[in-house]
C-alpha cells in the first residue's frame, strides 16, 4: 500500500483533502484514481488506511477506513550534529541516515564549512531537508519523519550537545585510542546517543579541544577516513545494530 505524509490530517465525514504536492504525486506520478487504496500518516506518527473518494483538478479526496498499526521506534534516540555539507551530499546523508530511523539532524557551521551562514538560505535550506526526510518516511516504512533543526553556529552546538544526557561521541580522525565499538559496548545500550560529524575539511584543533571541554569523547570508527556524508550513514547504522533496531 502507497503511504503518504500528510503534515495534520482533517478529516471532514471521514473525507481528508490531500494536500497538493502529495495530490500531484499520487495522480500525475503514481497514476491512483478513485479506488485505489493508500495510506495517510501524520507528523504525530499516526497512520490510517484511506481509498481515495475522488481525484480531479480540483483535488483528491481520500476516505479514512481504519487506523493503522506503524512501527515501534527505534529504543535509542539518535541525534547526528553534522556540518552543513554541499547540497547533494548533504541531501544523501539526510535521506540515509533518515531510512536507517535517525530521530534528529542538527546541522551547524564550522571554520572548515564550504557552505558559509546566511540566515535566509538557512531556512529555505532546513524547509528542502525536511521534505527529503518526510519522502524517506515514505520509503522505509517509519512512522514519525527525521526532526531537522535550523542550522546554527559551531560554539552553539557544542554548549546544546553538552546539555544532552546520554553518549556523547565526535568522530575524529585524529583520534587514535578510543574506538567507537569499546565506546558502545563499554556505555549500553542508552536510551539517548549524539553523534557530531565535521565538515569536508575536518575539524581545528581548537574546535577539538572546545569539544573535549565540554564532555564530549572524540572517537575513531577504524583505521579508514571518512566522508563526511559517508561518516553520519556509517556512524547511525553502527548505533542501530548495536543498541536500536537494526537486525542483521
Known amino acids: 500500500m502507497r503511504r503518504f505524509f500528510i503534515e495534520e490530517i482533517i478529516a ?10 502529495e495530490a500531484r504525486h499520487m495522480i500525475k ?3 491512483m484514481k478513485a479506488g485505489d487504496l493508500c495510506a495517510l500518516i501524520n507528523a504525530k506518527g499516526e497512520g490510517f488506511e484511506a481509498v481515495i473518494e475522488t481525484a480531479s483538478r480540483k483535488g483528491v479526496y481520500a476516505r479514512i477506513i481504519k487506523p493503522l498499526p506503524l512501527k515501534a521506534p527505534s529504543p535509542v ?4 550534529c553534522q556540518a552543513v555539507l554541499k547540497p547533494r551530499m548533504m541531501d544523501h546523508m539526510i535521506e540515509k541516515t533518515s531510512e536507517l530511523g535517525i530521530n534528529r539532524i542538527q546541522p551547524y ?8 551562514p546566511d540566515k535566509d538560505i538557512g531556512l529555505n535550506r532546513q524547509r528542502h531537508w525536511r521534505m ?7 520509503q522505509c516504512g517509519r512512522a514519525i519523519p527525521t526532526d531537522i533543526k535550523e542550522p546554527i553556529d559551531f ?9 544532552k544526557k546520554g553518549v556523547k561521541i565526535v568522530l575524529w580522525e585524529g583520534e587514535e585510542r578510543s574506538e567507537l565499538k569499546t565506546i558502545l559496548r563499554a556505555n549500553g ?10 565538515p569536508e575539511g575536518g575539524f581545528t ?3 577539538v579541544n572546545l569539544m573535549m571541554d565540554a564532555g564530549i569523547t572524540p572517537v575513531s570508527v577504524g583505521t579508514r577516513i571518512l566522508r563526511a556524508e559517508t561518516a553520519a550513514i556509517v556512524l547511525t547504522a553502527i548505533v542501530q545494530y548495536e543498541w536500536g533496531d537494526l537486525g542483521l
Not at 471532514?12 to 504536492?21: G, R, T
Not at 557551521?109 to 558559509?116: L, N
Not at 527529503?132 to 515514505?138: E, M, P, Y
Not at 545500550?189 to 565535521?198: E, L, N, Q, Y
Request: aromatic share 4%; with cysteine.
Open 132 to 138: 527529503i526526510a518526510q519522502s524517506a518516511l515514505k
Open 29 to 31: 506520478v503514481l497514476r
Open 155 to 163: 560554539k552553539e552546538m557544542v554548549m546544546a550537545v553538552a546539555q
Open 109 to 116: 557551521y564550522s571554520d572548515r564549512t564550504v557552505i558559509k
Open 12 to 21: 471532514e465525514n471521514d473525507l481528508c483533502l490531500i494536500p497538493e504536492k
Open 205 to 207: 584543533g581548537q574546535e
Open 189 to 198: 545500550p542508552a536510551p539517548d546517543f549524539t553523534g557530531i560529524i565535521g
Open 77 to 80: 534516540q539518535i541525534e547526528i
